[in-house]
């Protein structure tokens, strides 16, 4: 079960120090916005919350509607110190996502889900609420010089938020010099950090592989070009693009995750047509590039050997998550000060999953943190002990971890004050 008031850990510095004396009030905003989640693009509900909370915070601008439904706040700091040595105004860019998962939850505490089929199953509750107590200990105090830029995005569960928001300007109206971003981690425990100077996260691509044979009679299959069988040998040419086509040392995922042919009901009808569908997660241009004209080569070649024909459609649907080299050094001086150089991976292995927030980096520099938040139960499985949350994201039983919310908040908050500093 989980417990009426979260842990609170322990972290260094005033920042910390300040946030944490209201994490009673982020733990309610953040359980509120966990009872009600809401889809990417639709996230009205909670950007209300988020543009009411940011004015009761005391930022100096609040923009709503960008890329649909997305927040943009402005907090203006002191105008001195060695940030305005440039010609440039200097501003600084934090993101946060804030859609839910299209999943049921099965949780039973106070503030479970109160929609039918939708979750917060991956945390964004938590980012949104870790930036709005930023937001007003910036606002607080403007330790800073220049401008902090808080991004509330909407649709990062596979819908493009932040090309959206990139679309709609996001960019010129604000033309931040960096922009950060941070995900919880339910592998790592509580009061440690994650980051790496180079891949963060894989791209992710869709792949659609489109069969089509001569259907007939199961019975008399050597009148059919059977799609079925072309889509079987199918699967098992293209797992041979990695393990022989892509250099060892360079990662690589090929995944055929769904086939749809024929009917259940009809065992003795060989179909016309079957199609095949699945995703590539690469970290390398030139690797991606590769896959895909492999993919095309065997597909094609493998159909017409069974007298079939193939076409392969290949959608890049995110780029791969690159921190730069000067943003992570930022980030990771700032995560070292705050819970101590023991507690932060410097290295952290890569994931081959994928984040939206790779179209920021992909115009701006910056970097891109996982932020523990889980711990096991005594006998290793998952579970949660007073409201600390280790199933993993997406899972039905997910919960974000409330203890780490003044950090999260400190972590953003640091960095801002270390990219724009007063002396």
Known sequence: MHADRPTQLRANGRAFAQIAQFHPELTAFRRDLHAHPELGFEEVYTSSRVA???????????????????????????????AFKSSVWPMVGLRSDMDALPMTEHNEFGWKSAKAGLMHGCGHDGHTTMLV??????????????????VFQPAEEGRGGANAMIKDGL???????????MHNWPAMPPGTIGINPGPMMA????????????????????????????????????????????????????????????????MSVVPGNATLVGTVRTFKPEIQELIERRLRELCTSVAQGFGATATVKYERLYPATINSPAE??????????????????????????????????????????????????????????????????????????DSILPLGAALFAGIVERSLPLA
């Open 52 to 82: 009411h909370a940011l004015k009761l915070c005391g930022v100096d601008e609040v923009h709503t509607g960008i890329g649909k439904t997305g927040v943009v706040a402005v907090i203006r700091g002191q105008q001195t110190g060695t």
């Open 328 to 401: 992570y050094a930022l980030a990771a001086a700032v995560a070292d000060q705050l819970v101590g150089p023991e507690n932060v991976v410097h290295n952290l292995e890569p994931s081959m999953g994928a984040e939206d927030f790779s179209f920021m980096l992909k115009v701006k520099p910056g970097a891109y943190l996982r932020l523990g938040q889980g711990e096991q139960l005594p006998d290793g499985k998952g579970g949660s002990v007073g409201g600390v949350g280790s199933h993993f994201l997406h899972n039905s039983c997910y919960d974000f971890n």
């Open 171 to 181: 960019f010129e109206r604000f033309p931040v010099q960096s922009i950060y971003a």
């Open 133 to 150: 107590g930023a937001a007003r200990y910036l606002a607080e105090t403007r330790r800073f010089a220049g401008d902090a830029v808080l």
């Open 203 to 266: 791209a992710a691509d869709r792949i659609t592989i489109e069969i089509t044979g001569k259907g007939g009679h199961g019975a008399h299959a050597y009148l059919t070009v059977d799609p079925v069988l072309v889509a079987a040998h199918i699967i098992t040419a293209v797992q041979s693009i990695v393990s022989r086509n892509v250099k060892a040392m360079d990662n690589a995922v090929v995944s055929v995750c769904a086939m749809q042919a024929g009917d259940l009901g009809a």
